[in-house]
Nanobody, 124 residues
Framework: QVQLVESGGGLVQAGGSLRLSCAAS????????MGWFRQAPGKEREFVAA????????DYADSVKGRFTISRDNTENTVYLQMNSLKPEDTAVYYC?????????????????WGQGTQVTVSS
């Protein structure tokens, strides 16, 4: 079992930045692919970014490419999402997830463990 706790969300103006953290406990996530997903009010949860266990393979949703950066520190058992140039349409609850394999994936079904989410609100 692994527990995931997201932090770093908040209220920011359009064009601003936030850095989300996802701290894992219970066991190491160093062998797991990790992902970030988000869910806006009234919408389905959607893929944002994913990173393989080594950090070599990274994938982004088209909507965040060039603005968001996913990274990980396996020594700290933590995954990060740096979000720059934020837009009102980025407003959502952001969730981190641990995959059942070592590889990155944009498919929600690839992930076994989920955090409780952190709210990101971008004002215009």
């Amino acid at each position: 079992q692994v527990q995931l706790v997201e932090s770093g969300g908040g209220l920011v103006q359009a064009g601003g930045s936030l850095r989300l953290s996802c701290a894992a406990s219970g066991r190491t996530i160093g062998n797991d692919g990790m992902g970030w997903f988000r869910q806006a009010p009234g919408k389905e949860r959607e893929f944002v970014a994913a990173i393989s266990w080594s950090g070599v393979t990274i994938d982004y949703a088209d909507s965040v490419k060039g603005r968001f950066t996913i990274s990980r520190d396996n020594t700290e058992n933590t995954v990060y999402l740096q979000m720059n140039s934020l837009k009102p349409e980025d407003t959502a609850v952001y969730y981190c997830a641990a995959a059942r394999s070592a590889y990155s994936s944009d498919y929600m079904g690839s992930y076994d463990y989920w955090g409780q989410g952190t709210q990101v609100t971008v004002s215009s």
